[in-house]
């Protein structure tokens, strides 16, 4: 599933979401979009098939854009993909304590005892 | 287009940044308000003090006129938050599921080589007979994959048991089969494993790495060494606990996704805190991606502890409290953000999903793994089975759509009815094993909010392990 995850919205690309901007776009109530996914939300790169995540298919690798489109045929290639998220990386590392975690999650602990 | 709240809106505090949370349980989505943006969207009335209790307003309230700033309400729409007018949510996730049951792209499979395991845990659901794959079996199984394949976009394998392992030779021939099977005809293939994680040695990690990447292996542990040595013990009684968490290290250093799975009950509750710091000692946690598992008394075979079983709140409560022990450590919440279900939930509602006996019988539940011929679907080999027509049609009248408490439930997005088995079992009419989303949804969405801010910090992906079910 690929998803949009800009800053402060996150939209997973799930059927529901799907049959929302079908209504939207007045398509009605209930049916699932399909096609390509909105350019807005994708960049168009070329295929790489080394990368380390591309799934195998017909003996080479592809990135796919949207595996849950039930529409996409699955391993023929495409040539977009969500732009990927740039992680801030190494700002903390799991297990490595955080002031507002230990505080929240105390205060749940304290609540749910 | 006039628009009107969704009925399916939670509203939750941040965990970080002390701003606002708007999770929307149809589409999935999750935004982040700051003060002025909360404050508008609550004056407009887009957003109730009703949003995350457990009965959502049916019908949904009226559209009418708001007063919001563009951009505000662009990405309240796109959300799911704010809904056209006349968009029924319901009926949309029913007919999502409708088709998509319809029209399956995934061949579930869920593949015992065994019924039989060396653990002789306290509450196991399963009778362990002496039954092995025989290699007659192992060719009508590939057979059978070929046959079921036909028209999918994916194979998905989960090994099960029994425990798979004492069958390694079993699970590689099969695997190899299956993965060169999904090759030839460009078929996405997943692979995951449920062990008790005893004979994960690294030669064996060494083997499975030679099939292909994991989705998941899945081991489980029963609460602190004392506890889990005298719950999953051996044949002989023996304790498993050193072996199986040594196994496990290993095998994450060796790359294999492990998921450590701990089964909880009301004797080994309370402990929770203390095992995490036990394993965080152990270098287990947190490369492991941990959570809890509820013991239940699913079968005939671990009737006897029905005492010891929590109630779904309880659950609920218990998986709060576990997240948040994770997080007070420094470790993102187990719990993903809740989306919602659009399609089969398990390989019950697939009608691509089949649960593989070593004796070839074909399932449809888990459960079922050690049930002879009347529970079957049918037999690898085409060999007809007395009940097929009726086990088939038992499974196909599991719908969440006819039930009030379900229908009518603000969790129903992200459950579905949830699991059909225990809803047989439990012989509730209005409602199934309800999701701890019903319960607590605003604290959840924090949680999850917490995991993806964690995550996102330390350059984590943010999706959790699944299995086949």
Redesign the interface.
């Known amino acids: 599933m690929t998803n949009r ?1 800009e ?6 690309r ?4 799907r ?2 901007e079908h ?2 776009s007045g398509g009605g ?4 979009a399909s096609g390509k996914p909105d350019p807005q939300r994708y960049k168009e790169i070329p295929i790489d098939p080394d990368a380390p995540d591309a ?5 080479r690798k592809y990135i796919v854009a949207d ?1 849950d489109d ?1 529409n996409a045929p ?2 023929k290639p495409k040539r977009y993909i969500i732009a990927p ?1 740039t ?12 002031a ?3 505080e ?6 304290e609540r ?2 | 287009m006039r628009f009107a709240p969704s009925r399916y809106n939670t509203v939750a505090d941040a965990a970080v940044g002390g701003g606002h949370l708007v999770f929307n349980a149809f589409t999935g989505a999750l935004l982040e308000l700051d003060d002025a943006e909360f404050g508008a969207a609550r004056s407009a009335a887009v957003l109730g003090a009703q949003d995350g209790g457990r009965e959502p307003q049916f019908p949904a309230p009226l559209a009418t006129e708001r007063d919001l700033p563009d951009q505000l309400e662009q990405r309240l729409v796109q959300a799911g938050v704010l809904v056209p007018e006349g968009f029924d949510e319901r009926a949309a996730l029913f007919d999502i599921r409708r088709r998509s049951l319809a029209a399956p792209d995934t061949l579930l499979l869920t593949i015992a080589p065994t019924i039989q395991c060396n653990f002789r845990c306290t509450y196991c659901f399963e009778t362990h007979r002496q039954e092995v794959m025989s290699p007659a079996i192992e060719r009508d199984l590939m057979r059978f994959i070929v046959d079921q394949s036909a028209g999918a976009r994916a194979i998905t394998t989960t090994w099960f048991g029994g425990e798979p392992l004492l069958q390694p030779e079993v699970l590689e021939r099969v695997q190899r089969f299956t993965n060169a099977w999904g090759e030839s005809r460009a078929l996405r293939v997943a692979r995951g494993i449920v062990t008790n994680g005893y004979f994960l040695s690294p030669n064996i990690v060494a083997r499975l790495q030679a099939l292909g990447e994991w989705d998941m292996v899945q081991v489980t542990l029963d609460g602190l060494p004392d506890v889990h040595n005298r719950r999953r013990v051996l044949h002989g009684g023996q304790g498993t606990w050193h072996r199986i968490v040594s196994n496990s290290r290993e095998a994450l250093a060796a790359g294999l996704p492990v998921n450590l799975r701990i089964n909880v009950d009301r004797r080994n509750a309370a402990s929770l805190g203390d095992l995490l710091d036990v394993l965080i000692d152990a270098d287990v946690v947190p490369q492991a991606h941990v959570s809890l598992g509820f013991v239940v008394d699913s079968t005939g075979a671990c009737a006897h502890v029905v005492d010891d079983v929590l109630s779904d709140e309880e659950r609920a409560r218990l998986s709060i409290r576990f997240d948040a022990e994770l997080l007070r450590r420094g470790i993102a919440p187990s719990a993903a953000l809740p989306g919602p279900i659009c399609g089969a939930i398990c390989s019950v509602e697939s009608s691509l999903g089949y649960v593989i006996a070593p004796s070839g019988l074909i399932f449809k539940c888990w459960n079922q793994i050690d049930r002879d011929a009347s529970q079957a679907i049918g037999h690898v080999s085409g060999t007809p089975v007395p009940n097929a027509v009726g086990e088939r049609a038992r499974w196909t009248r599991y719908d969440p759509s006819g039930r009030r408490g379900c229908s009518n439930c603000s969790a129903l997005p992200t459950c579905m009815g949830g699991c059909p088995w225990e809803y047989e079992r439990l012989g509730r009419v209005d409602r199934g094993e309800c999701d701890p989303f019903r319960f607590f949804s605003r604290e959840l969405v924090t949680l999850a909010h917490a995991g993806r801010v964690m995550r996102r910090q330390s350059g984590e992906s943010d999706s959790a392990p699944r299995l086949a079910r």
């Open positions: 995850d800053g402060r919205d996150f939209i997973p799930t059927p529901t979401v049959a929302l209504a939207l109530v209930g049916t699932i799934p195998v298919c017909s003996g595996p039930p699955h391993c998220d992680a801030p990386g190494g700002v903390t590392k799991s297990g490595e304590r955080v507002w975690a230990t929240l999650g105390e205060a749940l602990v749910f005892k």
